[in-house]
Every structure is written in structure tokens, then in C-alpha cells.
């Protein structure tokens, strides 16, 4: 029986045993790989296809998004009602996403249903007929989007930064506008899907309480396909940064409240230095009792909330700082920004505060590890990077080894104020 009177033992997050559960992989008769784990007390699993699809290899501004967007709008035999009619009534969720390399279709599902399921999929892959009334109401959806958005000061900030960071033609910094929606032809997603899903670099992410035969039904629907294993050849986009560092932009004349961006480039999580700046940036700004909340948020009043956080691209990454505040203490939070960086770069972090953070890491490890599709998502970003477990098992270990030293020769490395671009948009 349960002592209400003794309290329950404490134990610091630090000090858990957490591992990473082993993928298992398997490869299909056409080479493309599957990454599983058979997890789970529940009858549910997922079910992910990753096709090297994003906007990283288009020729043409978003058609890698409208391609993505238009896969469950209707195939040879199949109108976009039905296909979401057939996958609601077995209780399943399709869904798919189109990032800056990668792009997915992601089914989720009750585990007796998967055979019934997967043909379907397999049909979006290989016969979406890219509608033109689908595409067209699309186009009018996304710039109705669009001009709304355009009045919202941190939309137009979330823009602008990254084009000063990567160049407005770089696949991280190229945002769209009205006419490059009412650009895109239906010959142009169809040629990016034959090209990049029919006939697509791609690889299956598979987790939950699989059937016994999971193996054999993905290789029958999707092993007999014309895809590909690994990533397509190599695409370089050069980055043309801009070169003014301080932006101030006025998009709305009567606006109260200003977005607050700034950025700096930093390495991928490839770099040796990335795991110790994941630290650095937790105690900077990374998580709720960081120092730019302590101060910007509780001590100086000028934000509902600010947060640092490193980009997680595969290819070029930046360190960025996010907030909005007081049109009128916007550059006064700006200085605080900076006051907190050189707090950092000339004085160590004591033992109370890296504890905390410690403890505040692993503990969100340990959230991250809470069932089976948060553990494929993590298995899939380190194979996207290049990555195996030993980064996991790494990553853990510098948390609990690193020296408040440590963490002050990476702020003079990273946190200097001449490598930041600012950008305030009002």
C-alpha cells in the first residue's frame, strides 16, 4: 500500500541510465531501406516515407510544397474525398510535410488495418494525378494565407532573417510571394513528382506494435516500385549572405509591437562543437529559466517570452534568438541580448546553474524517449545527419562531463555580437 505519510524518493534526472533503443533495418527488393523499432503495449504504429523532395531541389519557387501538398488530393481512381474517406474509416491519419531537403507521407493507424492501408499509399506514390482544380484552389488558399500573414510583424521577421543569413536564392532563405504561387503549373508538379516520388530517392521509418509480417507487406506494396536507396546526387546551393548586419523594418506604421530576430551561422550537429553548444544555448536562452528569460521576461518586463535555439538543417545551420516585445524597448531588449552574451563569455556558469540545466536536458531526453514514434523521429534525424547511436550515448555524456570552462571558451567562440545579424520588424 501506497505510504502518504514518507515522502518519495528524489532522483536527478542526470543519473538516469537513458538508452536509445536499437533500430533494427531491413532492405527491400529494390533496395530501399526500412528503420524499425517494435515497440509499444498499444496497437498502433507508424508508418513514414522520406523522399528527398524538398524545397532543396526544385527548380521553381514552392513547387516542392505544392507537389507534397497535392499527393492525397486524387489519383487515376481515386477523388481527394475518397482517399481521405478510405483512410478515416479505418481510423487512420495521413498527413504529409514538406521541409527544406526532406519531404514525407506519414500514416498512422491501428496495426490490423495496415494491409488495407498500405496499398493506398503506395497509390499516392506512384499515380497522384495532381488535379488542376486541386492545384488552383491550393494557389487561391496559400495567398489568402499569404496576405494575411504579410501583416503579422513576426511572419515578415521569420522571412527576412533567414534571407539575410542564406540569400534569398538559397533553399533556406527563399520565401514566396503572391506570383510564385501563380506560377506553378500542373506540368511543374508533375514533373517534380515523377522525378522525386515516382521515382524518388526515399526510405521507410516503421515503429509501434507491428504486425508479425510487416516486413513482407512493405516489401509486396512498396519493394516492387521504381524508387531508389540514399540521397540523389549532390545539389550545392551557394550561400550570398547579406552584407549589412542591422535591419530595422516597418510594416505596419500604426503597429505597437515589434519581432525581433537574430542570427548568427553556426556548423551542423555534425560539428564537434554542436553538442556543447546545445548546452550553451540552454542556459542562454534554450528552455523557460534560461538567462534571457530570467532577464528580458521576469526582470525587465519587455516580453511574454524570448528563446535561442540552433537550426537543425542537414546541410548549413544558423544559432538564432526569437522574440517579440514593446515597439518601444525593442532596442533596449536587443542590448539585454548582448549583455547576456558577454555575461557568458567572461564569467564561468556556476555549478548550480549547469546542474539545473543538466538535469533540465536529460529530463527532456527522457520526454523524448516516451514511446515509440518519438524514438523513430530521433533514429530518423540522426540518419538524415549521418548519425548513429553513438551521437546519443555522446550526446548524454557531455551533458554530464561538461565544465562551466568548457561552456565559456564556446561563448567567446560563438557569442560574439559582430556575427550576429539583427533584424526588428514593427
Known sequence: MLNRIQSPVIYNAVDFDLQLPQL??????????????????????QVELVFYAGNWYEQKNMVAAATNFLLKNGTSTKTAFEINE?????GAYLNRNCYSETATLTLHCLSKHLSVLLPVMAELVQDATMPADELAIYQQNQQQRLTVNLKKCDFVANRYIDAYLYGKQHPYGIYADAADYAAITQAD????????YQQGHCMIMVAGKLPADVLTQLN????????????????????????????????DEAGVQGAIRMARHFPTRTHPDFKGVQILNNIFGGYFGSRLMTNIREDKGYTYGIHSYLQNNLHDSAWMISTEAGRDVCEATIAEVYKEMELLRNEPVDAEELDLVRNYMM?????????????????????LHGLDEHYFNDSIHTIRTITPEALQTLANKYLQPNDFYE???V
Do not use: C
Request: hydrophobic letters at 40%; aromatic letters at 14%; zero cysteines.
Open 423 to 425: 533584424l526588428i520588424v
Open 363 to 383: 529530463g527532456t531526453l527522457l520526454g523524448d524517449l516516451d514511446g515509440p514514434f518519438q524514438m523513430i523521429a530521433r533514429w530518423k534525424n540522426y540518419i
Open 86 to 90: 478510405h483512410f478515416d474509416f479505418y
Open 189 to 196: 508538379v508533375q514533373a517534380f513528382y515523377q522525378q522525386y
Open 24 to 45: 533494427q533495418s531491413h532492405t527491400l527488393d529494390n533496395g530501399v531501406p526500412v528503420h524499425y523499432l517494435p515497440l509499444g503495449e498499444q496497437d498502433v504504429m
Open 220 to 251: 509486396d506494396v512498396f519493394g516492387k516500385l521504381p524508387l531508389k536507396a540514399g540521397s540523389p546526387s549532390i545539389v550545392n546551393h551557394t550561400i550570398q549572405p547579406a552584407e549589412e548586419k542591422k535591419y530595422r523594418v516597418v510594416n
